[in-house]
């Protein structure tokens, strides 16, 4: 079976139509070569923050795969002329990842987390995948690294032999810190949000039916108000009616993606 690189562009975004089955296979494979990949997962917190900021948005679309995260961005995508388009969670698609690595003796990293979440996420790991290979693990501080700093760190990632790297430091830092060291790191580099705390059981994910809704947010929001409400509140109503305007305004014709970025996208 072909892998599907595909996107549809999503406000000003491409995203990937797949699912967990091929995204998993194309990123194993990935990880068997010598070039460095960039993974970014896309609900529509960084679609709309990409909306707004032009160098973020370049980041988004230069990024090798970029997975619908949340069911908004799959609704999204099934209206404007992807029916089979998918949910690929990052989650889950660490789990099930982590899961194939394990059984295929690849090597794993994970950068980001507290040092609580991150000692807390390889426990876990290790307790789920006895055979999985964590070969580097690492809690950044949370003020910017020095230029010594991050250039230990990249190297202590290249010797470790990690063929794919979790990068879990939150949107928009994650994805602009595995662009930032694409060229360094021959490897799948992997945003994957509060995947860490998700895992590990500090933070808690709303049930599946709340997913499957998508009332993720909602969960998310009523956990965390204080952080989170201008987050909701002012990207959620502007991403409704993007696409609705999208829908309604460009739905016979191919996309064009924004900045003269290269998107895959398919006429509807």
């Given at each position: 079976?072909?892998?599907?690189?595909?996107?549809?562009?999503?406000?000003?975004?491409?995203?990937?139509?797949?699912?967990?089955?091929?995204?998993?296979?194309?990123?194993?494979?990935?990880?068997?070569?010598?070039?460095?990949?960039?993974?970014?997962?896309?609900?529509?917190?960084?679609?709309?923050?990409?909306?707004?900021?032009?160098?973020?948005?370049?980041?988004?679309?230069?990024?090798?795969?970029?997975?619908?995260?949340?069911?908004?961005?799959?609704?999204?995508?099934?209206?404007?002329?992807?029916?089979?388009?998918?949910?690929?969670?990052?989650?889950?698609?660490?789990?099930?990842?982590?899961?194939?690595?394990?059984?295929?003796?690849?090597?794993?990293?994970?950068?980001?987390?507290?040092?609580?979440?991150?000692?807390?996420?390889?426990?876990?790991?290790?307790?789920?995948?006895?055979?999985?290979?964590?070969?580097?693990?690492?809690?950044?501080?949370?003020?910017e690294l020095t230029e010594e700093e991050d250039a230990a760190v990249i190297d202590a990632i290249r010797v470790s032999g990690c063929r794919v790297l979790f990068v879990g430091l939150g949107t928009p830092k994650q994805d602009l810190w595995m662009a930032a060291h694409r060229e360094r790191l021959p490897l799948v580099q992997i945003g994957v949000g509060a995947a860490f705390d998700f895992i590990s059981g500090r933070k808690r994910q709303a049930p599946g039916w709340m997913q499957r809704a998508g009332l993720e947010w909602f969960f998310r929001l009523c956990c965390e108000p204080r952080r989170l409400w201008f987050r909701y509140f002012w990207h959620n109503p502007r991403f409704v009616a993007l696409v609705a305007w999208q829908y309604l305004g460009h739905r016979h014709r191919p996309e064009a993606s924004p900045d003269n970025l290269t998107v895959n996208t398919r006429s509807y």
């Open positions: 079976m072909s892998l599907n690189l595909q996107r549809c562009q999503v406000v000003s975004t491409g995203v990937n139509v797949s699912n967990y089955k091929e995204t998993t296979d194309l990123l194993v494979g990935w990880s068997r070569t010598d070039e460095g990949r960039v993974v970014c997962v896309a609900p529509v917190h960084p679609i709309m923050e990409a909306f707004d900021k032009r160098n973020y948005r370049a980041v988004l679309n230069a990024a090798d795969f970029v997975t619908a995260d949340g069911m908004p961005v799959v609704w999204s995508q099934r209206l404007l002329g992807f029916p089979e388009a998918e949910r690929v969670y990052g989650p889950t698609l660490t789990l099930q990842l982590c899961e194939r690595c394990a059984a295929e003796g690849i090597p794993i990293g994970l950068y980001g987390g507290s040092p609580a979440a991150l000692e807390a996420m390889q426990d876990t790991l290790k307790a789920t995948f006895p055979l999985l290979k964590i070969t580097y693990a690492f809690s950044p501080p949370f003020r």
